[in-house]
């Protein structure tokens, strides 16, 4: 299994594009969510979803879109791109709607985001 | 609202030597807390977990945290760490529901280790 597989590990954009960052998972999993990883803050929750079609806002959900059509994919959208979103993204998934409640997140390996 | 607190942006230390990594949290709920490990370049990967029972929990390479209810502590102990445990680790905490937001965990900023021969 691929598990959690994200695309692209790095992107450039300039202030004002839009784009997407793709997230896949091939474990049925029905929990998924997107993190940003700034220097000293931590990891903070953008979006994140219980099941296809469902899906609810994080801690810093401003900015970004998200929509589950399917079990597997989870993509996240940039509308229009500022500096202040340069970060790296991670996407998890865990197995039940209740997601990290009481088993471990399975995390992608991270999109590297650079909007000057 | 909980929140989730390590003490130490960084911590160096030397081969061989003990470790402690420390975290807080705040809650007026009963949580569920966990500590992942980031190796560089890499996503986390969950290293170990409390969810009930025993307050002492281990994982497979050697560390080993203490869930401290009164103290609102969940500290993360090494006896002897190694060249290859040099990554951030992050403290978090879940709700421990099952629907909807209580599945999310909240994570501390993180504490670098780095361990020098």
């Known amino acids: 299994n691929a598990g959690v597989t994200q695309t692209p590990k790095f992107q450039v954009l300039k202030t004002g594009q839009s784009m997407t960052l793709q997230c896949a998972q091939d474990m049925n999993h029905e929990y998924m969510s997107w993190y940003r990883q700034d220097p000293g803050m931590g990891l903070r929750l953008i979006h994140y979803?219980?099941?296809?079609?469902?899906?609810d806002q994080g801690e810093v959900p401003n900015g970004y879109n998200v929509s589950r059509s399917t079990t597997e994919d989870f993509p996240l959208r940039l509308l229009s791109a500022a500096p202040s979103q340069t970060s790296v993204y991670f996407c998890?998934?865990?197995?039940?709607?209740?997601?990290?409640?009481?088993?471990?997140?399975?995390f992608g390996s991270g999109t590297q985001l650079s909007v000057l | 609202a909980q929140s989730v607190t390590q003490l130490d942006s960084q911590v160096p230390v030397f081969e061989e030597a003990p470790v402690e990594l420390r975290c807080n949290y705040s809650s007026s709920v009963s949580v569920y807390l966990f500590w992942y490990v980031q190796y560089p370049n890499q996503g986390l990967q969950l290293l170990l977990k409390y969810l009930s029972g025993s307050t002492l929990v281990e994982s497979i390479n050697g560390f080993e945290a203490e869930f401290n209810k009164s103290q609102t502590s969940f500290h993360l102990r090494k006896p002897s760490v190694h060249i290859s445990d040099t990554a951030e680790y992050f403290c978090a905490v879940s709700l421990g529901g099952h629907g909807g937001s209580q599945g999310n965990l909240i994570f501390g900023k993180g504490t670098k280790l780095s361990v020098k021969p």
């Open positions: 998890a998934s865990a197995p039940r709607r209740g997601g990290a409640s009481n088993e471990k997140l399975f």
């Open positions: 979803s219980v099941g296809a079609g469902i899906t």
